[in-house]
């Protein structure tokens, strides 16, 4: 028999569930000691089970966990926040279940990450309290991110010759600008204006708690999105479902 290693109470937020049996869940759980775990909760889609709002997705909780194995079954959860307001509007959902999908690909099991778990809470919570786009918010969240894994971009000259004069192109594979003499039809990149570039060298030093006075004209937040998509795609090497989820539903809106 395994031997049963008992965890003190961790506190987690839900990235993922998948319903199993009559009433079992079992959920990925991003935890900032823990790293990312695979939680067993065992009849918490009964009747009268007290455990089903944290296994939510979104969820901010305390587990108390017994871990068996490669995963972990839960005996209490006590609710801190079920950012519940998410579920209420479609462009917070789909935006913020890409953010923990993004989460998810970039935690480790096992390797705990307070930074990123902090960020990723301040991510929901201006999802489900705040007025802010939802977009601006996840923007915002992925120069933060990249930034955290080590893939801050640079911004600040030329990567291939360190001119600081543009017009510029922004490199996905090598993570930094190219300027028009070095620019050639092997680099995979878009183009990137002055004022990109600025709002994304804003954003890598700015408090999070400072997001409320961002304010990005249309054409710079149209130009972050495509940038941005194609360098995490090119750092994750994964196209993201809930990614697609978010085009096909802008495209169905811009056809209306």
Not at 88 to 117: C, R, W
Not at 118 to 144: A, C, M, N, R, W
Not at 224 to 233: G, P, Q, R, S, V
């Amino acid at each position: 028999m395994k031997e049963v290693i008992r965890h003190l109470p961790t506190k987690g937020v839900v990235l993922r569930y998948t319903n199993f049996n009559e009433a079992d869940r079992m959920l990925t759980i991003f935890s900032p000691e823990l790293g990312k775990i695979s939680v067993l909760a065992r009849g918490c889609r009964k009747a009268k089970s007290r455990f089903l709002a944290a296994t939510e997705l979104f969820c901010y909780g305390e587990y108390t966990l017994y871990r068996r194995g490669d995963f972990h079954i839960m005996t209490q959860a006590n609710i801190l926040d079920s950012f519940y307001e998410i579920r209420n509007d479609m462009d917070k959902l789909l935006y913020a279940s890409y953010v923990i999908n993004l989460t998810e690909e970039v935690v480790s099991p096992g390797q705990g990450d307070i930074h990123l778990f902090y960020l990723l809470l301040q991510t929901l919570s201006y999802f489900s309290y705040s007025d802010l786009d939802p977009e601006l918010i996840t923007h915002v969240f992925e120069i933060k991110l990249l930034d955290h894994i080590g893939y801050r971009p640079v911004l600040d000259k030329c990567i291939a010759c360190g001119s600081n004069k543009g017009p510029y192109h922004f490199d996905i594979r090598e993570g930094g600008l190219v300027c028009a003499n070095c620019y050639n039809t092997n680099i995979i990149g878009n183009n990137i204006q002055m004022g990109t570039i600025k709002t994304i060298e804003y954003v890598l030093d700015m408090d999070m708690n400072r997001i409320n006075v961002l304010k990005i004209p249309s054409s710079i937040k149209e130009e972050l999105d495509t940038i941005l998509k194609a360098y995490i795609e090119e750092r994750i090497d994964k196209k993201l479902k809930s990614r697609k989820f978010i085009d096909d539903f802008k495209g169905k809106n811009r056809k209306r």
